[in-house]
């Protein structure tokens, strides 16, 4: 059995980041089903093969970390470490000859070696630029990450009774949304992450901003 392991939400201002990992005997299944990077699907393709995926290989499984608990752990490690623990959990729930993963890192080798000293054992491990692109396992993986990350917006999005967008700082609804939220009470709503530049420069003018009134 390999498996394969992406993320969705790694950029995001608002909202968890989301690790998908798909367990497979191979891609067979994934082939019928005609998955592929879940960038190139439309919401509605990837909801239908999220439960096709999820009905039909040996194991799956998400890791999530939260907005708050990325700005916590970002006080002493970087993103992609934080990810590449997110990735190690995963790909470590069941055991598995391969790891394929889309690789955040620019050094794809350095990666694929920090990787494998999380993962600790005799797996191999294969960490590419654009996997998601290249593997099914790794694509069914991206769907199986970006339609629970969908999910839990469209939590966020009820809770907070308004059109929060998607949570990516190119969204001017999520990023219209943060400021008036900080305009109004000076500070940032909840599922946001404050460790994130845009929201540290709003944070800031609006101290300043009280500062002048004064």
């Known amino acids: 059995m390999y498996c394969g392991v992406d993320e969705a939400g790694r950029g995001s201002v608002m909202g968890p980041l989301v690790v998908g990992v798909v367990y497979v005997g191979s891609d067979d299944r994934l082939s019928e089903i005609g998955v592929k990077d879940s960038k190139k699907l439309t919401p509605k393709m990837r909801e239908r093969m999220y439960d096709e995926i999820v009905d039909s290989v040996d194991r799956w499984c998400t890791v999530i970390a939260s907005a708050e608990g990325i700005d916590e752990q970002r006080k002493s490690i970087s993103l992609n470490e934080i990810e590449l623990n997110m990735f190690a959990e995963g790909t470590t729930r069941w055991g598995s000859e391969r790891?394929?993963?889309?690789?955040?890192?620019?050094?794809?080798?350095?990666?694929?070696?920090?990787?494998?000293?999380?993962?600790?054992?005799?797996?191999?491990?294969?960490?590419?630029?654009?996997?998601?692109?290249?593997?099914?396992?790794?694509?069914?993986?991206?769907?199986?990450?970006?339609?629970?990350?969908?999910?839990?917006?469209?939590?966020?999005?009820?809770?907070?009774?308004?059109?929060?967008?998607?949570?990516?700082?190119?969204?001017?609804?999520?990023?219209?949304?943060?400021?008036?939220?900080?305009?109004?009470?000076?500070?940032?709503?909840?599922?946001?992450?404050?460790?994130?530049?845009?929201?540290?420069?709003?944070?800031?003018?609006?101290?300043?901003?009280?500062?002048?009134?004064?």
Do not use: Q
């Open 99 to 214: 790891i394929y993963a889309d690789c955040p890192d620019i050094n794809e080798e350095s990666f694929s070696v920090r990787l494998g000293a999380k993962v600790k054992n005799t797996a191999e491990i294969i960490a590419k630029h654009k996997a998601d692109d290249t593997y099914l396992v790794v694509s069914a993986a991206s769907i199986v990450a970006k339609v629970t990350r969908d999910r839990m917006m469209e939590d966020i999005r009820k809770e907070f009774g308004t059109n929060v967008g998607s949570g990516y700082p190119s969204d001017h609804y999520t990023m219209d949304f943060i400021r008036d939220w900080i305009s109004e009470k000076g500070t940032a709503p909840p599922h946001v992450r404050t460790s994130w530049e845009p929201v540290r420069d709003m944070l800031s003018k609006r101290k300043i901003t009280k500062l002048d009134d004064w």
